[in-house]
């Protein structure tokens, strides 16, 4: 199965690479590799706004855009900004091989 | 000094508290007892996107096998706990092994109503709670199966929805006047029942299952009206009711579910309890609730697990739910029992519109259909004990944030 590596940067600004196949989720690849910070509770419904994430500025062309559940979610998520994503919205595709996204202080 | 704390029961509160406990920090021994042979997994996606086959088995596990593996955690999976003895801390296991514990945290979920009916212990009567539920109902949804659904809840409409994507027949039988009474608005049932049979769902509402009838195995449900309903895959979603037989015959105080504190902590000191199973007091809304939700679980695990590391933590939260059928999610935060007053935003015929319910002023359940901006803004606003405006709440221009 095809992987990609994908890096996930703290607050703190330590940075963790990770190996994940593709065909999953972002946020399921953070959860296999207990990423801090990425809590996940509805396991990928959509429906919490606690996987959230702050993808690197050049990646965002290269993602699908937000569908409007998601945008909702993220309206009121812990400090929104322009590049936050739902990570369990967010499809690893081998398009996606070096992604960075930075992890949020504080979830929902 | 806690040097072994147990886990019975490997659900959502059980992953959570293992993960809770390694995190802040705690080194002992740590065990998880489950009475399913599989690594703790999601339950939720059990009626939807697993049912239909999208997701497979690996992408339900909360973590995988090295994750147990580098936090030493013993897991004894496919094991029962048959017995606790709660005065020599001792628990007992359907393998004859007995482990002695410092803490122990219970995570036992909730089981399946049964029906009651003559015909009801006929094979082929299907319930859906675990992952061994689902491989025969999911070798019967195909194209032409006539699939017949006792209860127009969550678990049943979710079934239906899926089983009808999938190309069977479907029909769902529910006794009270309307699906979902008793979670959501008269106008949010109206809305579900609309979009299940539209898609073809065939729903029933006022209707008493009376008997299951067949041979060998169940082929006909027999109503009080007279009426029967052909079946090739019948499935029950009746509702649930909390696993505390353990605990109350170890003499732990249990009433609709076993009791525990803010804490989460049972009648006994050393015995916390987290999730499905817990009969437990809302701080905000003034009343004890026992819960079916993801949300609960998880954060009373959480809860419980800090309190075990004696670091006091109260459960405080408000709860949130969501379900999904066919295109709809519907997302919902608080509890409306004893609202005083109801508003509906927008229009259900746009197929995204918002139903609030109030107390005093104050906002207390939000029920949002397709509207995730919504629910978002609730989840605050209701903890907030957040005062609207009614004329801006019943305003669907107004952004609800904006509403206060």
Same mark, same amino acid.
């Given at each position: 199965?095809?992987?990609?590596?994908?890096?996930?940067?703290?607050?703190?600004?330590?940075?963790?690479?990770?190996?994940?196949?593709?065909?999953?989720?972002?946020?399921?690849?953070?959860?296999?590799?207990?990423? &801090?910070?990425?809590?996940? %509770?509805?396991?990928?419904?959509? +429906?919490?706004?606690?996987?959230? *994430?702050? #993808?690197? =500025?050049?990646?965002?062309?290269?993602?699908?855009?937000?569908?409007?559940?998601?945008?909702?979610?993220?309206?009121?998520?812990?400090?929104?900004?322009?590049? &936050?994503?739902?990570?369990? %919205?967010?499809?690893?595709?081998? +398009?996606?091989?070096?992604?960075? *996204?930075? #992890?949020? =202080?504080?979830?929902? | 000094?806690?040097?072994?704390?147990?886990?019975?029961?490997?659900?959502?509160?059980?992953?959570?508290?293992?993960?809770?406990?390694?995190?802040?920090?705690?080194?002992?021994?740590?065990?998880?007892?489950?009475?399913?042979?599989?690594?703790?997994?999601?339950?939720?996606?059990?009626?939807?996107?697993?049912?239909?086959?999208?997701?497979?088995?690996?992408?339900?596990?909360?973590?995988?096998?090295?994750?147990?593996?580098?936090?030493?955690?013993?897991?004894?999976?496919?094991?029962?706990?048959?017995?606790?003895?709660?005065?020599?801390?001792?628990?007992?296991?359907?393998?004859?092994?007995?482990?002695?514990?410092?803490?122990?945290?219970?995570?036992?979920?909730?089981?399946?109503?049964?029906?009651?009916?003559?015909?009801?212990?006929?094979?082929?009567?299907?319930?859906?709670?675990?992952?061994?539920?689902?491989?025969?109902?999911?070798?019967?949804?195909?194209?032409?199966?006539?699939?017949?659904?006792?209860?127009?809840?969550?678990?049943?409409?979710?079934?239906?929805?899926?089983?009808?994507?999938?190309?069977?027949?479907?029909?769902?039988?529910?006794?009270?006047?309307?699906?979902?009474?008793?979670?959501?608005?008269?106008?949010?049932?109206?809305?579900?029942?609309?979009?299940?049979?539209?898609?073809?769902?065939?729903?029933?509402?006022?209707?008493?299952?009376?008997?299951?009838?067949?041979?060998?195995?169940?082929?006909?449900?027999?109503?009080?009206?007279?009426?029967?309903?052909?079946?090739?895959?019948?499935?029950?979603?009746?509702?649930?009711?909390?696993?505390?037989?353990?605990?109350?015959?170890?003499?732990?105080?249990?009433?609709?579910?076993?009791?525990?504190?803010?804490?989460?902590?049972?009648?006994?000191?050393?015995?916390?309890?987290?999730?499905?199973?817990?009969?437990?007091?809302?701080?905000?809304?003034?009343?004890?609730?026992?819960?079916?939700?993801?949300?609960?679980?998880?954060?009373?695990?959480?809860?419980?697990?800090?309190?075990?590391?004696?670091?006091?933590?109260?459960?405080?939260?408000?709860?949130?739910?969501?379900?999904?059928?066919?295109?709809?999610?519907?997302?919902?935060?608080?509890?409306?029992?004893?609202?005083?007053?109801?508003?509906?935003?927008?229009?259900?015929?746009?197929?995204?519109?918002?139903?609030?319910?109030?107390?005093?002023?104050?906002?207390?359940?939000?029920?949002?259909?397709?509207?995730?901006?919504?629910?978002?803004?609730?989840?605050?606003?209701?903890?907030?004990?957040?005062?609207?405006?009614?004329?801006?709440?019943?305003?669907?221009?107004?952004?609800?944030?904006?509403?206060?």
């Amino acid at each position: 199965m095809a992987q990609v590596t994908v890096v996930f940067v703290q607050p703190d600004g330590s940075r963790r690479e990770i190996v994940a196949p593709v065909g999953i989720t972002l946020m399921e690849a953070a959860r296999q590799n207990n990423v &801090s910070g990425i809590v996940a %509770q509805c396991g990928g419904a959509c +429906a919490c706004a606690t996987c959230h *994430v702050y #993808v690197k =500025e050049s990646w965002l062309p290269k993602l699908q855009p937000p569908e409007d559940m998601e945008e909702g979610m993220l309206e009121t998520a812990w400090e929104p900004r322009a590049n &936050s994503r739902l990570s369990c %919205q967010v499809q690893i595709t081998a +398009a996606l091989d070096g992604l960075e *996204v930075t #992890v949020p =202080e504080h979830q929902a | 000094m806690i040097s072994t704390i147990l886990i019975i029961g490997g659900g959502q509160a059980g992953a959570q508290a293992i993960d809770t406990l390694r995190r802040e920090g705690f080194k002992g021994r740590l065990i998880l007892v489950s009475d399913e042979p599989q690594l703790p997994y999601q339950r939720p996606p059990l009626s939807k996107k697993f049912l239909s086959g999208e997701l497979a088995a690996e992408r339900l596990l909360f973590r995988h096998q090295s994750f147990y593996d580098d936090h030493g955690i013993e897991l004894k999976l496919g094991v029962r706990a048959t017995q606790l003895d709660a005065a020599v801390r001792k628990v007992v296991l359907s393998n004859g092994e007995e482990v002695v514990y410092d803490r122990l945290l219970l995570c036992l979920g909730a089981m399946s109503r049964q029906l009651t009916c003559p015909g009801a212990d006929l094979p082929g009567v299907h319930y859906l709670r675990t992952i061994a539920d689902v491989p025969q109902i999911q070798s019967a949804l195909k194209p032409g199966t006539r699939a017949v659904i006792i209860g127009g809840g969550y678990i049943g409409l979710e079934t239906a929805a899926t089983a009808r994507k999938m190309g069977c027949l479907v029909t769902v039988l529910e006794m009270a006047d309307r699906v979902m009474n008793r979670v959501v608005a008269s106008n949010v049932s109206e809305y579900f029942a609309h979009e299940h049979r539209t898609q073809g769902v065939n729903i029933i509402c006022n209707t008493r299952v009376v008997h299951l009838d067949g041979t060998t195995k169940v082929e006909r449900v027999v109503c009080a009206d007279g009426t029967s309903y052909e079946a090739d895959l019948l499935v029950v979603g009746v509702g649930a009711v909390a696993n505390m037989q353990l605990a109350s015959d170890a003499g732990l105080k249990c009433e609709n579910g076993i009791v525990v504190d803010e804490y989460c902590q049972t009648s006994d000191p050393a015995i916390y309890a987290a999730g499905d199973c817990t009969y437990h007091p809302s701080l905000r809304f003034d009343m004890r609730v026992r819960l079916e939700s993801v949300d609960n679980a998880f954060e009373q695990a959480k809860t419980a697990a800090l309190n075990i590391l004696e670091r006091p933590t109260i459960h405080d939260r408000v709860p949130w739910f969501w379900s999904d059928q066919f295109d709809n999610k519907l997302l919902i935060v608080g509890l409306s029992q004893g609202h005083d007053l109801q508003v509906t935003r927008g229009d259900p015929a746009t197929r995204s519109f918002t139903v609030c319910y109030l107390k005093g002023g104050e906002l207390m359940a939000v029920e949002a259909i397709n509207h995730s901006k919504d629910y978002m803004a609730a989840r605050k606003l209701i903890a907030d004990r957040a005062r609207p405006n009614i004329d801006k709440l019943a305003d669907p221009q107004v952004a609800l944030k904006e509403a206060f």
